[in-house]
């Protein structure tokens, strides 16, 4: 079964920085896409970033370039989401997701995109 265990939340003032962890299991990961979506209280879900094992560039909403960073090791099977200068705005509870019927991060365009494996949570919360 595909498994996404996702870690590192937490709470930092704006302007700080978290590293989320995302530790797959039970498929391949070498050539599957893993991606992180992110949901604010009453706000719809909205994917962050995606990075994929063809050597592609990741895929970043915009709201967040230049501050996030998100890249894979291959050996751990462990995606990354490097955060810096974190603000009120990214408060939500971040997801890792992958999906096994593409290889590409160009889905992540798609406003109506949805993975289907999701892992748990992970809480950030961005406040002074």
């Known amino acids: 079964d595909v498994q996404l265990q996702a870690s590192g939340g937490g709470s930092v003032q704006p302007g700080g920085s978290l590293r989320l962890s995302c530790a797959a299991s039970?498929?391949?990961?070498?050539?599957?896409?893993i991606g992180w979506f992110r949901q604010a209280p009453g706000k719809e879900r909205e994917g962050v970033s995606c990075?994929?094992?063809?050597?592609?560039?990741?895929f970043y909403k915009d709201s967040v370039k230049g501050r996030f960073v998100t890249y894979r090791d291959s050996a751990k099977k462990t995606v990354y989401l490097e955060m810096n200068n974190l603000k009120p705005e990214d408060t939500a509870t971040y997801y890792c997701?992958?999906?096994?019927?593409?290889?590409?991060?160009?889905?992540?365009?798609?406003?109506?995109?949805?993975?289907?494996?999701w892992g748990q949570g992970t809480q950030v919360t961005v406040s002074s």
């Open positions: 039970g498929f391949a990961f070498e050539d599957d896409i």
């Open positions: 997701t992958t999906d096994p019927r593409t290889s590409t991060c160009l889905v992540y365009r798609t406003t109506s995109y949805t993975p289907p494996h």
């Open positions: 990075v994929s094992g063809s050597g592609e560039s990741p």
